[in-house]
């Protein structure tokens, strides 16, 4: 996966995907997204608030663990200092 992020100037954060054809079929895709929404939702309260996070996914991420996403996703954003604790 790569991240891409930009301030808002909001108060909450904002998040997108892109999810090639190359990944896989539609219900692939979905299911990519559907996993990636469930791993944000349960790390954004440690996220700190006020940018734009474009998540693009990669041909590897389709038939990854969830566990394998969720790992992923941290790593991410913890190197992109975006944890509340990194500060």
């Given at each position: 996966m790569t991240l891409s992020i930009a301030p808002n100037g909001l108060t909450h954060n904002?998040?997108?995907f892109v999810i090639?054809?190359?990944v896989?079929?539609?219900v692939v895709r979905n299911r990519v997204r559907?996993?990636?929404r469930?791993?944000?939702s349960q790390i954004n309260p440690q996220l700190r608030p006020g940018y734009d996070v474009v998540w693009i996914a990669r041909n590897e991420i389709a038939?990854?663990?969830y566990t394998e996403i969720s790992a992923a996703v941290?790593?991410?954003v913890r190197r992109a200092h975006l944890v509340k604790s990194d500060e």
């Open positions: 904002r998040y997108g090639g054809k190359r896989g079929g539609a559907r996993q990636l469930s791993v944000l038939g990854q663990a941290y790593e991410l």
